[in-house]
């Protein structure tokens, strides 16, 4: 028996069709309306063919508009555009078949493409309400079972009245109440089957927690003498953890991914690869800042100029992080105390290494050499993280991926000192969120609010 292949709806095939031939249709028609001949830009058209296929796909564009408000569609599609462009000139930089084509070109089709584009989405969004006002999508559903996620359910649905589900009744034998949400409550299972016949039920909403595998069979054998269709919720979903769960199979067993690196396969190629070339760009640009800093710390004060502090790396494993040397002393292991502000410890050269952030740039050989990452949460020292994460579930989650020198909770203001168990809550609430959402555009956005940044915020 073959395990289940996943699917997805005509529509969402026929928009993952479409930008990419109105992408590069538009720019062949922009190209021949600046005369240019047709084998100058043929190549290019046919790279924008795929890129944009790739690029969409990536960023999760396609998704059925039953699932994406047209704002979030919109937004998506945005980010889409611009990683796309912003591709197309780099590799112009390096090739022939793109190095011919006018900038103004380049400008004019990211333009005319992007509102296309846009003016479509709105077209189909609006139509798709014409029709759910008019009773052409409007779907009747029921649900059968109450758990923790059937308010969810219920909340959503009656949140996004533009999917046309009309929750008829709900279904619970062993019901106190009469009513749900507004819903009425029937507590009479053997009613059931005969309603969504009688009543033309669209879709059947199980809740299965409290029932047996011989009801749970009788159940499916009756709604399988029917043509609704059957979706089944648990309470486990209503759970953070399982939020952003990945569906795999192993061989006909439904597995849920609740805890997993996002950086599998090409995603880690793409990361490593990433890291590689920012970092080794990177330690060519800022070679003479670090050659001062280092003349610096040695004319300033005694002591070496590196600073090398055991830290939790990829899976938990300890790693060496370097740093240069801020402070009078260079403590590491269970000993280690904080650095606060006005530290008596910290030399006035330090101060302005740390106020700066130069003293984190020799990490950029922690990440050339693959100990760390560029994007990713901070590593803390070992003796710390021993200590909050027995009190922060989850905290051990961030080490899932590799260490960065800058990362999502850095952006959101949460560097420095921490002085509270809510700031590591809150850190490790961030880095858990880039964990879920990983991307190369995200990647891209925390480098440069990173750059912004820099010299605004004071870590101690």
Known sequence: MKPPKHTEPSIVTLFRVFDSLLGAVVFALLCTGN????????????MILFLVVVVFTYLKVYRTWQVESILATLKVIVKGCLVTFLILVA???????LQNIPAQV???????????????????????????????????????????TTPQLIRWIQNNSWMGINVKCIFNEQSSVKALYGIKVIRSYELMPKYVRDNKIDIVYLSLTDVNAAKADKILKDLSDTTAAVYLISDILSYDFVQNARVIYHGNLLVFSLFDTPHQGVSLFIKRLEDIAVSAVGLVLVSPLLLLAAVGIKLTSPGPVLFRQW??????????????????????????????????RVTHFGKFLRKTSIDE??????????????I???????SMVDEYRKQVPGAMLRHMIKPGITGLAQIYGTRGEIDSIKLVEERIRY???????????????????????????EAY
């Not at 005369?35 to 046919?46: E, K, L, Q, R, T």
């Not at 189909?124 to 079972?145: K, P, Q």
């Not at 990713?376 to 070992?382: F, S, W």
């Not at 969120?433 to 912004?452: G, H």
């Open 35 to 46: 005369g240019m001949p047709f084998s100058s830009f043929v190549d290019a058209s046919f």
């Open 91 to 97: 590799l112009s930089s390096f090739l022939s078949t």
């Open 106 to 148: 380049f400008a004019m089709w990211l333009v005319s493409w992007f509102f296309l584009l846009i003016l479509t989405r709105i077209g189909f969004h609006w139509l798709m309400i014409h029709r759910i006002i008019r009773g052409t999508y409007n779907h009747n559903a029921i649900i059968y079972g109450i758990n923790a």
């Open 311 to 344: 830290r939790y790396g990829l899976n938990g494993h300890p790693i060496q992080v370097l740093k240069f040397r801020t402070m009078t002393v260079a403590e590491d292991g269970y000993a280690f105390q904080q650095v606060i502000r006005n530290d008596s």
């Open 361 to 374: 740039l020799p990490q950029l050989f922690n990440v050339l050499r693959g100990d760390m990452s560029l």
């Open 376 to 382: 990713g949460p901070r590593p803390h020292a070992i």
């Open 431 to 457: 880095d858990q969120q880039y964990l879920k959402n990983w991307s190369l555009y995200l990647d891209i956005k925390i480098l440069l609010k990173t750059a912004v940044i820099l010299f605004t915020k």
